[in-house]
């Protein structure tokens, strides 16, 4: 079965928080305001995705801040599709899916927190949606995301 993964970065994999502190490690600091923390496991989940898939970022966030937390989690995506690839629709941003994911894959699977973004239309989509990530490092939200995964 060929297998396409579109994963989610904020409140996913990352937090970006204007706190001046949180508890889960310091990813890096995007701005002088703004920090960004990894999630426990996003690593984990990264490389598991990565053996099964192939895999697409696919975010709301501006390219150069998506690229770097990319970088630093080490997600080699196929592609990397920012804000600007997302529809604003009365006035909310939504990510579709493209036809020749639909076409080229037996099965997608969505790990993003946030499903009602997402433009819905084919039954080979699945979304597996994990707790909001807000930057505690008691979060173990994505070992849920790893077991269901490892069923494909």
């Not at 697409?56 to 966030?61: G, L």
């Not at 927190?113 to 807000?134: C, G, H, Q, T």
Request: proline residues 3%; contains cysteine; positive net charge.
């Amino acid at each position: 079965m060929k297998l396409l993964i579109i994963l989610d970065l904020d409140h996913t994999l990352i937090y970006g928080s204007y706190a001046e502190t949180e508890t889960a490690e310091l990813l890096f600091q995007h701005n002088k305001y703004l920090k960004v923390y990894k999630r426990h496991l996003a690593e984990d989940l990264v490389k598991l995705c990565q053996a099964k898939a192939d895999i697409i970022v696919y975010t709301t966030a501006l390219r150069c801040y998506a690229k770097r937390v990319c970088n630093l989690v080490d997600i080699q995506p196929l592609e990397l599709l920012s804000r600007k690839n997302c529809k604003t629709i009365d006035g909310k941003l939504k990510k579709e899916f493209k036809p020749e994911w639909i076409a080229n894959y037996n099965r997608i699977v969505v790990i993003d927190d946030s499903p009602n973004v997402w433009m819905i239309n084919n039954d080979k989509i699945d979304f597996l949606v994990p707790n909001e990530f807000r930057g505690d490092k008691n979060d173990f939200g994505l070992q849920t995301i790893i077991n269901e995964l490892k069923r494909y």
